[in-house]
Each structure stands twice: as C-alpha cells, then as structure tokens.
C-alpha cells in the first residue's frame, strides 16, 4: 500500500486555469504538507497543515490554497495558473511535524502551456 | 527561505568508492535530516539527527553533526550503481515554525 499518495502524476493545463493536487496518506499522520520542486530540483515548503493549525509559507501566491476535508487529507488548490507555477508538487505528511521524519508522495508535474 | 547549502553540487564516482556529500546551514537546529531522490521519483528519509548527538551510522549510510561550524556530512561507503540519485540535507531549525527546510542537493552519479 502506498503510504502517501497524490493524484494526478502528470498535469498538462492552459494558463488561467483552475486545477487541483489530491493528496491522501494512510499513515495515520497528523502533518501534512506541500512542497513545491523547481526546474533546478529546489525544494520549497508550500504548507505545513495539522487538525490544528495552517502554516502558510508568505511567498506562496494565495491563488495556491490548501483544502483538508479530514486529517488524512490535504488536497492543492491553484487557481488562474501562471507559467511560473510549472513544476513538479509534492505532497508529504509526518507524525508531528519536523521533528520526526517526512515521507513523500511521488509528485505531481505541473506542466503550465 | 534556504537554510541548507549542499555541497559539491554535483558528484561522480565509481561503484566501490566512498562518497561524501556535505552541508551547511545558517540557524540553530533541532534536527539535521538527509533524504535520496531517484530521478522522477519522491523523497526517501535517510537518517536524522539530532542536534545533540554528533554522529549516526545506518547501514553504509554515516552522518556527521558539527552544530559549532553549522555543517553535517553524509558518507556513503561502499556506493554501488543504485546509490545514483540527488541527496538532499533538510533542516528543522528553531523558529521555522515547525516546518523542514530544504537545500538545493547533491547530484550523485555512481559509475558500474
């Protein structure tokens, strides 16, 4: 059983479009997160979300929204897409945060015509 | 923002020799974490360590922490062909609001 998952793995869509990442995690987790790869393989936090709190990243353009329908989870949201926002999303959850180790989806690539 | 820097960007070796792949970050930590990443794939956890222990061993995997020159190294021995793949360090530092910091990575290619 995969332990984090997210659909699609490849997304091909026209500029100002509004698209969406599932991501689900049978973990039993209580973090989740978004990170955001670059072309140079740069890893950028998006989110960190918990049945508690929602850590928003104040670099992310709030056209990026994270929805969490329940604990197990937490779905991207990308309204009116750039060019820019190629790239490839990944989703990842841990048990409680950064103190413990991550474990990732195996992304998303955003491909913005 | 950025915390880790990898170091050297890039890494080509032959399969039997060791690697070593380091980094360096700016913040004090909690903890220092490396993962792999195949090429069109996610990131695997590694190792982590904490940022009072000094050294960890997992296998042919050896991570180093020197919290006074802010700097960890990751020792692969023994590489083999499979061991192809970008490493990346990833910090957890104080004040971060809980959330791990990524370097840029080291790109290693192990020759058969």
């Known amino acids: 059983d995969t332990a984090v998952s997210q659909t699609p793995k490849y997304l091909v869509t026209q500029m100002g479009n509004d698209k969406s990442i599932k991501c689900e995690q049978n973990?039993?987790?209580?973090?989740m997160y978004w990170y955001k790869q670059d072309s140079k393989k740069f890893l950028k936090i998006m989110f960190s979300?918990?049945?508690?709190?929602?850590?928003i990243n104040e670099t992310v353009p709030n056209r990026f929204s994270p929805k969490s329908p329940d604990k197990a989870h937490l779905n991207l949201h990308i309204n009116s897409l750039e060019l820019g926002d190629s790239a490839v999303y990944f989703c990842?959850?841990?048990?409680?945060?950064?103190?413990?180790?991550?474990?990732f989806g195996s992304g998303t690539q955003l491909s913005v015509l | 923002s950025q915390q880790g820097e990898e170091d050297p960007q890039a890494l080509s070796i032959q399969e039997g020799e060791n690697a070593t792949m380091n980094c360096s970050y700016k913040t004090s930590i909690n903890n220092l974490q490396w993962y792999r990443q195949n090429s069109g794939r996610g990131l695997v956890h590694l190792i982590l360590?904490?940022?009072?222990?000094r050294e960890k061993h997992s296998g042919r995997l050896r991570v180093t922490l020197d919290t006074s020159k802010k700097s960890s190294s990751l020792l692969i021995t023994a590489s083999r062909a499979a061991d192809t793949a970008s490493y990346f360090c990833a910090t957890d530092s104080k004040g971060s609001q809980g959330n791990l910091i990524f370097g840029k990575g080291t790109k290693l290619s192990v020759k058969p």
């Open positions: 990842a959850s841990s048990q409680s945060g950064a103190s413990e180790k991550l474990f």
């Open positions: 979300y918990n049945n508690k709190e929602l850590i």
């Open positions: 973990l039993g987790h209580d973090t």
């Open positions: 360590i904490r940022s009072n222990e």
